[in-house]
């Protein structure tokens, strides 16, 4: 399945009934150098827009939230590290956490691939 | 409801666009956070070679005494806790605007020319000073404000590349002031300039002040370096910060003391004894009994930065205040902050704990600053 992409400039890859979530190329190019990333421990259930991981750059601290509801099974242990792979790879490898959905219908409110770069588009 | 003032452009604002700057609204003012550059790589850029800041939305004026013979320098003292009328000729201080409870109306810089003084106050606070500086001394001495820009050029390569605008620069040594003439590139025309070696970086660099309208042209000529960078209010807030500087409405505000705020080296003997400014005795109060609460550097242990208004505690758990500026140390390279504490646990090393997003974090009471300073004395 391809990527679904929020409001809040995060992107959500689904993969059998576990998505992963990250910010868009975007949403880091706005934030700049990250310095800090918190993501969430596994076991943690989420609801849909809670906030669920933080990203902070020099300036300030960021939420991410949820994009959809479920029970986090990873956080990316990786970016605590090294938290400019946020900058370098946020489409991949820099991935916040991973989480079993509970209500697979979530995604369709979600934007597709195109629909986002519309929205991104507006904004600036 | 009051009303809403329009928003302000600096000199430079054209310039801030045109070199890809991201504009946000900061006092008043529409400024530049940041370059395409980035917080990051402007502050290590300044720390290594020379950044180019836009401060024109500070607030400059001269304050010259009414009767003939009299020094504006010593009617100022009765505003503010510094040694003011002890300045030599184009020497500038640090001092505050207190109020009778002691408390930081604002910080500022003072230099003497003459028998008068060049004062260089925040823009957040620039309309009140003035205001009560003139109200204050009104009889005593006449305050002009001053429309001019003002450029912060900080850095390790700061003096060598102003040497080639304004050699009158070289002579400087940290914390002293001149006035210059600049040749405008291609022009006839000369130029005053008030070169101050000073900033707010730790570092060295000087602080010129300029007509309005020739202002792009002077940071267009420095920005022809290469060892120049400009700097937004970003990088500008993380190197004040390593640097142990104190953020005014945030570290110090109304609440605050020269005492509480660790401020004292700016308050003299002679000062102290006269005893003749406002909040003298409660500031005397504080230096003879102590004080409740003192601003200190305080070193996180881990990654996550703590950021204004975090809780700090005692190991115990017990509340001891708050954080007032943190963020993250590109040049330290890791979170750093300041904030207030009870005396008792203000001495350096002294553990203390910060809850961060319901967390509990490590911490320990540090000396400022954090970086060392590199300003030219000698």
Not at chain 2, 323 to 338: C, D, E, K, N, R
Request: proline share 6%; charged share 25%.
């Amino acid at each position: 399945m391809s990527k679904k992409y929020t409001k809040d400039h995060e992107w959500v890859q689904l993969d059998g009934d576990v998505a992963t979530v990250g910010i868009t190329d975007y949403a880091q190019s706005q934030l700049g150098d990250v310095v800090f990333v918190e993501v969430p421990e596994a076991g943690r259930q989420v609801g849909q827009g809670d906030d669920a991981a933080v990203v902070e750059s020099v300036k300030a601290a960021s939420e991410v939230y949820a994009p959809v509801s479920g029970e986090i099974v990873e956080g990316n242990a990786a970016l605590e590290d090294n938290p400019a792979m946020v900058n370098e790879d946020a489409d991949e490898t820099g991935w916040f956490f991973k989480l079993k959905l509970s209500d697979a219908s979530q995604l369709d409110e979600l934007m597709d691939e195109a629909a986002y770069a519309e929205f991104v588009k507006e904004l600036d | 409801m009051e009303p809403q003032k329009p928003i302000k452009r600096t000199p430079l604002y054209d310039l801030h666009l045109a070199l890809g700057g991201k504009i946000v609204p900061f006092a008043g003012y529409e400024m530049p956070v940041q370059y395409p550059l980035g917080v990051m790589g402007e502050h290590l850029h300044t720390r290594s070679k020379a950044g180019l800041f836009d401060v024109s939305h500070m607030g400059q004026a001269k304050l010259t005494a009414a009767a003939p013979g009299q020094d504006a320098a010593a009617l100022f003292e009765q505003l503010v806790p510094g040694g003011i009328q002890t300045l030599k000729e184009g020497h500038m201080r640090y001092t505050q605007l207190t109020d009778e409870t002691g408390g930081i109306r604002d910080d500022l810089m003072a230099t003497r020319f003459g028998d008068r003084l060049w004062l260089v106050v925040n823009a957040a606070c620039k309309d009140d000073d003035f205001a009560h500086i003139a109200a204050a001394l009104d009889g005593q001495a006449r305050l002009e404000i001053a429309d001019r820009a003002l450029l912060a050029l900080q850095g390790p390569a700061a003096s060598d590349v102003l040497a080639t605008l304004l050699p009158a620069s070289a002579d400087l040594r940290f914390m002293q002031a001149v006035w210059a003439s600049w040749s405008l590139p291609n022009s006839e025309t000369q130029v005053d300039i008030l070169i101050s070696r000073c900033g707010y970086t730790g570092e060295d660099g000087f602080e010129l002040s300029i007509a309005p309208e020739h202002a792009e042209v002077l940071a267009r000529t420095l920005l022809a370096h290469d060892e120049v960078e400009p700097i937004g209010l970003g990088a500008r807030d993380s190197l004040r910060l390593e640097a142990g500087l104190c953020l005014y409405g945030h570290d110090i505000d109304l609440t605050t003391s020269p005492a509480e705020a660790d401020l004292l080296w700016s308050v003299p003997k002679r000062r102290r004894e006269e005893a003749n400014f406002p909040g003298a005795e409660a500031i005397n109060q504080q230096i003879n009994g102590g004080v409740a609460k003192k601003r200190v550097g305080i070193l996180p242990e881990g990654r996550a930065p703590a950021r204004e208004g975090t809780p700090i505690e005692s190991p115990s758990g017990e509340p001891l205040g708050q954080i007032t500026s943190g963020g993250f140390g590109p040049t330290l390279g890791g979170p750093l902050a300041m904030g207030y504490v009870p005396a008792a646990f203000s001495q350096p090393d002294t553990p203390v704990q910060l809850i961060v997003r319901g967390k509990t974090l490590p911490a320990r009471v540090v000396a400022m600053p954090f970086v060392p300073q590199n300003y030219r004395k000698g």
